[in-house]
Structure formats: C-alpha cells, structure tokens
C-alpha cells in the first residue's frame, strides 16, 4: 500500500484565481484511522486555502505532537512545514514568525499538545498577540496512547473502557478569552459549512487567531457516553450564527432584515458577514462573548462558531515596533549602522 498520492492531475480540474487546482493543496494519504475528524479538519484547510488563492510556498504550516499534529503530513505538500516536540509549536512559529513577518503562519495542534504539556507556551503566544491561527483538534482523549483523558475531557464523559472522568475540563475557547486573545471561534470536524469560512477569516486575521475544533476519535472516544463523541456533539451543538467570510475583491451585497446580520471588517479590507445573532451576543464585545459561552455550558450546549473578534487587533511585529520587511532579508549595512551610531544608541541606555 502506497500513501503517496498519484501525481496526475485531470487538465480541465477548476483553478481558482493564481492558477491552482484543489488537488495542489491536498498532502499525502492519510495515515489516521477511518472517519478521524482530523481528516475533515485537513480538508476544510486545503478547501480554505484553496478558495483564498493562497500561494503554497508563502504559508508556514507548524506543528508538535499527537494525532493532531501528524496531519500537516495530509494537507499543503507545497507549503513549509515544521513538526516540533510535544507542547512546543507556538515557540517554533514565534522564532519563524518574527524571522519573516510575510508567511501565514498555521498552527496545528491537539488537546494533549495544547491543554497539558503545551499550556505555558499556549498562554504566551495569546498574551504577545502573535500573528498566527492556532487550530486545536480537540477529541479530549490522547489517541496516540490508547485514548487516555486528555485535559479537555469534560466532567462525567464516560471512555471507551466505561471510566467516568472526575475532572473539570479546560476550556480552550473560555481560557482564550480570558487571556485577551483577539480572534476565538470554535467548530466541529463535521461542520465544513461552518469551519471553512472561520479558518479563512482566522487567515485574513492581524493577530492571535484561535479555533478549538471538536474532532471525534472514532477509536478510543466515539462511544455512548462520550461528550466528544458525533452523536453527543450533533445533539447538542449551539451555534452563535450562520457565518461566511467575503474576500477583499469581491463585491459586498447584504439584504437582511434590521437586527438580523452584522458585518465585521478587517484589516486587509475582507468582511465577516454575521447572520440571525443569537440573543445577548456580540461579537466584538468580549464580555457578551464570554458570557454567551458560559450560558451555553450551563445549559450543556456546544457553541460554536465565531465566538470574539477584535478588528483593531495589533500583532507582534506593530506591537515591538520591528520592521516591514522580514528580519531574515536583511543585510549587514542595515544590521551594523556604524561606530558612531552605535555610540548614539548606547548614550540613550546611560
């Protein structure tokens, strides 16, 4: 068996706008178990990045280790790539980051990765405001390792053996609000309708941008009982509103009742377009967000969806002042000003 995809590709395959079909965007052949929400996850990327038009050598995909982050494998041969140690991709794609601010930056990761191990550089990355999306795939169970609870598993979920977990569970998307992050949205494997526009306004995003994607692990934590399981999470999933992402260069038609859509500009000139709000909620308001959140885990709800966004968010590199080109373009006339201007920097330390 060969996990290598066939290099033909059918000549009259739809391109979109820099001349790339979907298929140049795809990976290998998964490795992961039949029906992993993984997979649908790697596919909402590749038809995110496909509609986007966005140029394979200028994304960065990162990421550390778990299920989760096999699938970069999967997705994006084209595109940079970085498999770091456990807990430890948002430190890798800070250093990247900051070496050359004109890569999109996406980062891969899964509960374990994030929620335990991880959790310190989780935080950082958050509180610095680092341009990057950060995908968790969340299946609240250490697949790897033969579906252990992981630190997301919720209170009272029951595991494949019949163990009843004793443990509150950390809430990814409440924690990334906590911490000021400035893009939080959350979804589920099986809802590309919804996932695919959220991780291309996560793109189109100055910041931090943070999607918790539930993704069921059909092996170790898809059974009755189960809250991460596609049964549990169709029955019980909430959503903020109906979303969709509108690029910069196309034209914005909106015809809605008053009261029933709001749009939320960004800053290259895209929109995210908001329909039917739920009641009590506003994007752009993180306290209304966090509250909105905390009603639904009281009524035991998933909500999902965009759940905050700053539109003025002001990332890293604006945030220190570096400059606009990327660090790694530049020369040693830039890097070394001379004797007299480095006595002029010194002096202002005195």
Request: glycine share 8%; with cysteine.
């Amino acid at each position: 068996m060969t996990y290598v995809r066939p290099t033909f590709r059918h000549p009259e395959l739809p391109k979109n706008k820099i001349g790339y079909a979907k298929a140049d965007y795809e990976g290998a052949i998964s490795t992961l178990c039949a029906g992993c929400g993984h997979d649908s996850i790697s596919g909402a990327i590749v038809q995110a990045c496909y509609e986007m038009s966005v140029e394979p050598h200028k994304l960065a995909k990162i990421s550390g280790i778990g299920c989760s982050s096999k699938t970069p494998t999967y997705f994006l041969s084209n595109s940079h790539g970085f498999n770091s140690v456990h807990g430890r991709m948002p430190s890798v794609t800070t250093g990247a980051n900051m070496a050359n601010r004109d890569l999109i930056y996406l980062g891969v990761s899964g509960d374990g990765d994030t929620a335990s191990i991880g959790m310190g550089q989780f935080v950082h990355a958050i509180r610095r405001n680092l341009n990057m999306v950060y995908i968790v795939m969340n299946n609240g169970c250490y697949g790897l390792t033969k579906g252990q609870d992981s630190a997301t598993a919720d209170f009272g979920s029951v595991s494949k053996p019949g163990s009843v977990n004793q443990f509150e569970a950390i809430d990814l998307a409440g924690m990334a609000l906590e911490l000021n992050a400035t893009f939080v949205a959350r979804s589920f494997s099986g809802d590309k309708t919804q996932l695919v526009p959220l991780i291309k306004a996560a793109m189109s995003h100055q910041g931090f941008a943070f999607i918790d994607v539930i993704s069921p692990c059909v092996t170790f934590n898809n059974n009755k009982g189960s809250t991460k399981s596609y049964d549990f999470v169709r029955d019980h999933i909430e959503m903020t509103s109906e979303f969709d992402f509108v690029p910069e260069q196309s034209q914005i038609n909106v015809e809605y009742e008053e009261g029933k859509s709001a749009s939320v500009p960004l800053h290259d000139g895209s929109v995210i377009e908001l329909r039917k709000l739920s009641p009590e909620w506003n994007p752009t308001d993180r306290f209304s967000s966090f509250t909105r959140l905390k009603k639904a885990k009281l009524k035991g709800e998933i909500l999902t969806g965009l759940l905050y966004i700053d539109p003025e968010s002001t990332e890293l590199h604006d945030l220190m002042g570096t400059t606009d080109v990327p660090l790694n373009t530049l020369t040693q006339d830039v890097l070394c000003p001379g004797n007299e201007q480095l006595q002029k920097i010194n002096a202002g330390f005195r």
